[in-house]
């Protein structure tokens, strides 16, 4: 059982230092939303779209997909630091879509 333990710690915890080495093997992320969701971290870009008609009002890019879990995306950015920066969740609802790209 304890040899059990140790080994899933050690994948985890490899797999974690791969991610924080190369976010960028994740899924890209662009989030379309309705409302200013106030997103901020390095590599997080917040563009305010202006068409009269349009349902969503934000775009936010520079983010990567790590988990999506039932109704909710946990999501980091594209310069994601442990300990410095937050890891962002997101519940799907219908104010926000989300588009995901290799890159």
Known sequence: FWDT???ARTMGEAYAADITANPQQLLSVDIYSAKNLGLSAPGIVETRLTQPDAR???RYSGLRLLQP???RYFLINDHWNPGQDQLIVL???DDIRMEFAMS
Do not use: I, N
């Open 69 to 71: 879990t039932g109704s």
């Open 91 to 93: 519940r799907d609802t």
């Open 5 to 7: 333990e140790r080994v």
């Open 56 to 58: 969503y009002r934000y």
